[in-house]
């Protein structure tokens, strides 16, 4: 279950990390732990780090790079079966570390569209070896994104009564690199009967600072973003990571992933009365959707509505990619091995498309693709969804 990093009874770190009973159910769900064979590289390793430096027998120092090499992925949160709120646990170690002023560069990059747009106007497909170096000590592995076209979907028809109002989050990497998947999910929610609130003047809901130990940062932005959708309008999120992060603080009651509230609303019967799609689909656990927020139902419900997709399940579909937020510019190295392990599941399922539901796997995944010959279409799921109802423009 998610803890609330807004909830005054988890925020004494000490107390939260005696929760863990070190019966070592998390270590073969901790990818780290799996390809490094540390215990140290383990969730529970790195909470007796923690404690350690809490009781002044270590240097909180000695512990950052441990802390480092974490994906912040949760699958540990899913396999404990002591409820050890490992999330917040590593949120609020970083918080007491502090960021570097290199990766704090890098968050803000991230978190600011016009720097994200200001990104592609280098030369290069790959990050710059200067960057990398700077912030990793490695050299890069991880191409620079570039936006995607949008689709050039058919006029709506036939569409039901308005019946309803939501909030859509922007969001940063999604509104700059991804802007077809807002489309997708607009037209998604005219479907089903509701339109979007316009909500101009959002920022970065904060999440990618929480999930570096940024708390403060998180926490303002997070405020400043519920100023700009005032009300009790839901709020729908198509970022996994983003979404995480906001039912855990100002958007508790409010925010909902786009496939929960889709598949709430009567999308699948929508689907189930398309033209659907012919191809043969695997989806990827994006791990703030699987282990953050618990959601693994919905989105393969909707897509098992579609008419003629044929669905296959990944090998270890809610095992992490790599991606990560920054990770795979501040670990190029583990990135890179999750990547590769990752891609060579999705091509042992023999599918043409894979779906996922957050932007920093799409990107990941997608460069994968890309460097395997492009056979394989990595997709947003609603992109899919909405693919399957506009006809013959979906994937080019």
């Known amino acids: 279950m998610s803890v609330s990093r807004h909830n005054k009874a988890v925020h004494d770190l000490g107390e939260l990390t005696t929760r863990c009973i070190r019966c070592g159910f998390c270590l073969e769900a901790c990818p780290t732990f799996v390809e490094t064979g540390s215990e140290l590289e383990s969730p529970r390793g790195r909470i007796y780090l923690v404690r350690s430096a809490l009781d002044g027998k270590l240097r909180w120092e000695d512990a950052r790079p441990h802390l480092d090499r974490c994906l912040g992925c949760r699958a540990c949160e899913t396999a404990c079966p002591s409820g050890v709120a490992y999330g917040a646990i590593l949120e609020m170690a970083r918080d007491r570390l502090g960021t ?24 290069g497909r790959r990050m710059p070896g200067f960057v990398s170096r700077l912030v990793s000590g490695a050299a890069p592995e991880v191409d620079l994104p570039r936006p995607e076209p949008i689709p050039n979907y058919p006029p709506l028809e036939s569409l039901p009564e308005v019946r309803g109002e939501v909030y859509l989050l922007e969001g940063c990497a999604m509104r700059v690199l991804y802007p077809g998947v807002h489309l997708a999910l607009r037209r998604l929610l005219r479907r089903v009967g509701l339109v979007v609130r316009p909500s101009p003047g959002q920022g970065c809901c904060g999440s990618i600072y929480a999930h570096n130990g940024e708390m403060e940062t998180a926490r303002r932005l ?24 906001m039912k855990e603080g100002a958007f508790a009651a409010r925010a909902f992933d786009a496939s929960e509230l889709l598949l709430r609303e009567g999308l699948a019967d929508v689907l189930a009365k398309g033209p659907g799609l012919d191809a043969v689909l695997t989806y990827h656990d994006a791990c703030h959707l699987a282990h953050g927020q618990g959601i693994r139902s919905a989105p393969r419900e909707l897509l098992a509505a579609i008419p003629r997709l044929r669905t296959v399940e990944l090998p270890e579909a809610d095992v992490c990619c ?14 890179r091995a999750f990547l590769e392990r990752k891609w060579a599941n999705v091509e042992a399922t023999g599918a043409s498309i894979v779906a996922l539901g957050n932007p920093g796997c799409h990107a990941w995944i997608g460069q994968a693709a890309r460097e395997h010959g492009g056979r394989i279409r990595v997709r947003h799921t609603l992109e899919v969804l909405e693919g399957s109802l506009s006809g013959p423009e979906f994937g080019k």
């Open 100 to 123: 570097t002023i290199p990766k704090r560069a890098l968050l803000d990059a991230t978190a600011q569209p016009w720097r994200l747009r200001l990104s592609q106007r280098y030369p």
């Open 222 to 245: 997070a405020r400043e973003l519920a100023s700009r959708m005032p009300g009790d309008l839901p709020v729908v999120v198509d970022s996994a990571g983003c979404g995480s992060w």
């Open 322 to 335: 790599g991606s990560a937020g920054v990770y795979n510019v501040v670990q190029p190295g583990l990135a």
